[in-house]
């Protein structure tokens, strides 16, 4: 009888607390060579908190680490770097200045002398073993997000990594690059590696996945091959301890005055863009990150002024609108930890941020009275724990991001700018933030910038295509000829 193959990596009773939140409770996981194992669970269910301790970043309380025949306590950066451990982030860590060889490269012992010829070769062959398209002399800075994520791969390639952990690798990809990278997986995995795959994309994951494990409040509650698991409503079912629409009713809404108009918009990466955003409308501009968006809404939020172009806000020229109180916008940004919150202050200060001129009387400034609303919204908006005394650290991203849109909608506004509202969010709190998208349509006009097209499709009226800085086409979410060349559209190949 054959036995099965010992697996590359077993993590044995690992154990996490952070003060009274239990991330990890005696976890058991074996990481298999050959193999992509998909790591599911929702928003704090300790995904990342257990993966940044297999990749040394994090010290567990308790638990061992096997390594092959190596056991370990807990392991540093460096340290499993040297056992062939490494991650790509959502985030990014490369230098835009250098080349893509020489980020590849970079800190890897070599001698003294760098050869630039020689080391773009090694990184052509690399790139080419797994079905990664990269120029090896290229400057990082001229890269799409996709390209970018095949340096970091090389990078963990070059150091000879044997376990490979991803976590939300698609968030940023346009779905050549999403097919494109998932081959690369493939590819990695048929050569023996072992391959952690991190994801809220339920598609996707049974997909790409071999095995998928499901982690909730902290500890592994299913674990088995990928086809065992059947349609995405049982793992999302599986997943979050519910059953999850993943759907959700658009109603129809009258549209009414404009409150957002661009004309001939230049300057600042933006060429000649102009639309219109009306209330009770939510038009969606997608595209892969760094083709404009982001100058799109500094500009449009009152952050870096128009370099050319007309933008009226609310019946109001940019100048006038910006001079006053601005009153009737609000924007719900990207990060909504180091922007759109503060981690170390309390929910009611959070709270504030935004709306403490509601709670001014005179010079005074009536927190009671603060506290009390947040109270009755958090529970308006599900918000869990509904506790107002609690850091905004404390907080899941999907409930942070839930305090957020309780906090912004409190003040009633008429035009919104929303981004990426539901990047990292598990399905259960990405259907919370639709819902109040939907509801807050209403009233007013949501521009929403997304990556993600699943989300543009559920919300949206209308799409708006973002390449190089211009919008390439504007359409109906209904016009089914323009949707099935909306990839082409977005990877500038249209």
């Given at each position: 009888?054959?036995?099965?193959?010992?697996?590359?990596?077993?993590?044995?009773?690992?154990?996490?607390?952070?003060?009274?939140?239990?991330?990890?409770?005696?976890i058991?996981?074996k990481?298999?060579?050959?193999?992509?194992?998909?790591?599911?669970?929702?928003?704090?269910?300790?995904?990342?908190?257990?993966?940044?301790?297999?990749?040394?970043?994090?010290?567990?309380d308790?638990?061992?680490i096997?390594?092959?025949a190596?056991?370990?306590?807990?392991?540093?950066?460096?340290?499993?770097?040297?056992?062939?451990?490494?991650?790509?982030?959502?985030?990014?860590?490369?230098?835009?200045?250098?080349?893509?060889?020489?980020?590849?490269?970079?800190?890897?012992?070599?001698?003294i002398?760098?050869?630039?010829?020689?080391?773009?070769?090694?990184?052509?062959?690399?790139?080419?073993?797994?079905?990664?398209?990269?120029?090896?002399?290229?400057?990082?800075a001229?890269?799409?997000?996709?390209e970018?994520?095949?340096?970091?791969?090389?990078?963990?390639?070059y150091?000879?990594?044997?376990?490979?952990?991803?976590?939300?690798?698609?968030?940023?990809?346009?779905?050549?690059?999403?097919?494109q990278?998932?081959?690369?997986?493939?590819?990695m995995?048929?050569?023996?590696?072992?391959?952690?795959?991190?994801?809220?994309?339920?598609?996707?994951?049974?997909?790409?996945?071999?095995?998928?494990?499901?982690?909730?409040?902290?500890?592994?509650?299913?674990?088995?091959?990928a086809?065992?698991f059947?349609?995405?409503?049982?793992?999302?079912?599986r997943m979050?301890?519910?059953?999850?629409?993943?759907?959700?009713?658009?109603?129809?809404?009258?549209?009414?005055?404009?409150?957002?108009?661009?004309?001939?918009?230049?300057?600042?990466?933006?060429?000649?863009i102009?639309?219109?955003?009306?209330?009770?409308?939510?038009?969606?501009?997608v595209?892969?990150?760094?083709?404009?968006?982001s100058?799109?809404v500094?500009t449009i939020?009152?952050?870096?002024?128009?370099?050319?172009?007309?933008?009226?806000?609310?019946?109001?020229?940019?100048?006038?609108?910006?001079?006053?109180?601005?009153?009737?916008?609000?924007?719900?940004?990207?990060?909504?930890?180091?922007?759109?919150?503060?981690?170390?202050?309390?929910?009611?200060?959070?709270?504030?941020?935004?709306?403490?001129?509601?709670?001014?009387?005179?010079?005074?400034?009536?927190?009671?009275?603060?506290?009390a609303?947040?109270?009755?919204?958090?529970v308006?908006?599900?918000i869990?724990?509904a506790?107002?005394?609690?850091?905004?650290r404390?907080?899941?991203g999907?409930?942070?991001?839930?305090?957020?849109?309780?906090r912004?909608?409190?003040?009633?506004?008429?035009?919104i700018?929303?981004?990426?509202?539901?990047?990292?969010?598990?399905?259960?709190?990405?259907?919370?933030?639709?819902?109040?998208?939907l509801?807050?349509?209403?009233?007013?006009?949501?521009?929403?910038?997304?990556?993600?097209l699943?989300?543009?499709?559920?919300?949206?009226?209308?799409?708006?295509?973002?390449?190089?800085g211009?919008?390439?086409d504007?359409?109906?979410?209904?016009?089914?000829?323009?949707?099935?060349?909306?990839?082409?559209?977005?990877?500038?190949?249209?």
């Amino acid at each position: 009888m054959e036995t099965a193959p010992e697996p590359l990596v077993r993590l044995e009773g690992i154990d996490k607390r952070f003060g009274a939140v239990h991330a990890n409770r005696r976890i058991d996981l074996k990481i298999n060579s050959g193999r992509i194992k998909a790591l599911l669970g929702e928003n704090g269910a300790g995904k990342s908190t257990l993966m940044n301790i297999l990749a040394g970043r994090i010290k567990p309380d308790g638990g061992r680490i096997h390594i092959g025949a190596a056991v370990h306590a807990h392991l540093t950066p460096r340290r499993a770097i040297a056992a062939g451990i490494g991650m790509v982030y959502q985030h990014f860590t490369l230098v835009d200045a250098l080349t893509v060889a020489e980020n590849v490269c970079l800190g890897q012992a070599a001698g003294i002398w760098h050869h630039p010829r020689r080391s773009q070769e090694q990184v052509a062959r690399l790139a080419a073993a797994v079905g990664l398209d990269i120029d090896p002399g290229a400057t990082v800075a001229g890269l799409s997000m996709g390209e970018r994520q095949r340096v970091e791969i090389l990078k963990l390639l070059y150091r000879r990594s044997r376990i490979l952990i991803f976590d939300e690798p698609t968030s940023v990809l346009t779905p050549p690059e999403i097919r494109q990278l998932f081959s690369a997986l493939r590819q990695m995995a048929d050569q023996g590696k072992a391959i952690v795959f991190i994801s809220h994309k339920l598609g996707e994951v049974l997909e790409i996945a071999d095995e998928i494990a499901i982690l909730r409040h902290g500890q592994i509650i299913d674990e088995r091959p990928a086809k065992a698991f059947g349609a995405r409503e049982e793992l999302a079912r599986r997943m979050i301890g519910r059953d999850v629409l993943l759907e959700i009713d658009r109603p129809v809404v009258e549209l009414r005055q404009p409150v957002l108009q661009v004309e001939q918009l230049d300057g600042g990466g933006l060429q000649q863009i102009s639309f219109q955003l009306r209330q009770g409308e939510i038009l969606a501009l997608v595209g892969v990150a760094g083709n404009g968006q982001s100058a799109m809404v500094r500009t449009i939020c009152g952050l870096a002024a128009p370099v050319a172009g007309v933008v009226r806000l609310l019946g109001q020229p940019w100048a006038d609108f910006f001079s006053g109180a601005a009153s009737g916008l609000v924007y719900i940004p990207e990060d909504r930890v180091g922007l759109a919150t503060c981690h170390h202050l309390d929910l009611v200060d959070n709270f504030l941020l935004t709306t403490r001129r509601r709670f001014c009387k005179g010079p005074w400034l009536q927190r009671a009275s603060a506290t009390a609303c947040l109270e009755a919204l958090m529970v308006d908006f599900d918000i869990r724990p509904a506790d107002a005394r609690l850091r905004a650290r404390q907080l899941s991203g999907g409930n942070l991001q839930k305090l957020v849109l309780a906090r912004e909608f409190h003040r009633r506004p008429k035009l919104i700018v929303a981004e990426q509202p539901t990047q990292g969010l598990d399905i259960g709190a990405t259907e919370d933030v639709w819902r109040l998208l939907l509801k807050a349509r209403e009233e007013a006009g949501i521009l929403l910038v997304t990556s993600d097209l699943n989300e543009a499709l559920a919300l949206a009226d209308r799409l708006a295509v973002m390449y190089r800085g211009r919008i390439v086409d504007l359409f109906s979410v209904f016009d089914k000829e323009k949707l099935a060349r909306i990839g082409q559209m977005m990877a500038g190949i249209d």
